[in-house]
């Protein structure tokens, strides 16, 4: 299930699962959007992104999806793995090239 | 893909005294670097960009004169840290950026900086 903690939500899942791991965003004029996965200690990995000119896009076990009409954004894992436990942070094109992080989700894979 | 290294990896240094961070990409020029910070548990903060040449631009909230950034070659940023306290203690990631035009961004392993 999830859960919020003090600062980062956590989202539980069992081995096997599909995982889908949320985002809103800010600002209306972002043009493109990242999904990063952080493991502890490390810097963040680049899974996927996606232009504001599309709503879905399709990698190895991922799929983001983007609705700009409420401003979200979604990653969803297929068939989740123990190797996929780590924080996922979702990263907007804020202007002037810049990224804004999101405020990240803690994914923890039970086998 | 593009690899961006930092050094060190992790650093424990004494209230007051300044500490250097650098940042290089690895097998391509970097346009520009970026320098984040985070605490545990939250998300990345931008603290400034920084153009090869050029000084750095710094975030809201971020003093320039405290975290003083170096961008002298293509592939190597610095982050001097000054006067460093407690409060100062995070992990800081610089990323790079190849193109000016390109919103992707290449992370590197982050350092752990520890102000006792």
């Known amino acids: 299930g999830e859960s919020v903690g003090l600062h980062l939500p956590t989202l539980s899942v069992q081995e096997g699962d599909n995982s889908i791991i949320n985002c809103a965003y800010s600002?209306?004029?972002?043009?493109?959007f990242i999904w990063y996965k952080q493991e502890s200690g490390k810097g963040p990995q680049f899974i996927i992104d996606?232009?504001?000119?599309?709503d879905k896009r399709q990698g190895q076990r991922v799929t983001v999806l983007l609705n700009k009409t409420v401003k979200h954004l979604s990653l969803q894992i297929a068939a989740t793995q123990p190797g996929d436990s780590a924080v996922y942070f979702c990263a907007e094109n804020s202007g002037y090239s810049t990224l804004t992080f999101g405020k990240g989700t803690m994914l923890l894979v039970s086998p | 893909g593009a690899v961006v290294s930092q050094h060190p990896s992790r650093v424990i240094c004494k209230s007051g005294t300044s500490v250097k961070i650098e940042c290089r990409s690895l097998d391509f020029q970097a346009t520009t670097m970026f320098w984040y910070r985070q605490f545990p548990k939250q998300s990345l903060m931008l603290m400034a960009t920084s153009n090869e040449g050029s000084k750095a631009t710094y975030e809201q909230g971020v003093e320039k004169d405290k975290f003083l950034i170096n961008h002298a070659s293509l592939t190597l940023s610095t982050l001097t840290v000054t006067s460093a306290h407690p409060e100062d203690s995070s992990f800081y990631i610089c990323s790079a950026r190849f193109d000016r035009g390109s919103y992707e961004q290449y992370f590197g392993p982050g350092t752990r900086l520890t102000v006792t």
């Open positions: 996606i232009r504001s000119n599309m």
């Open positions: 600002n209306s004029a972002s043009d493109y």
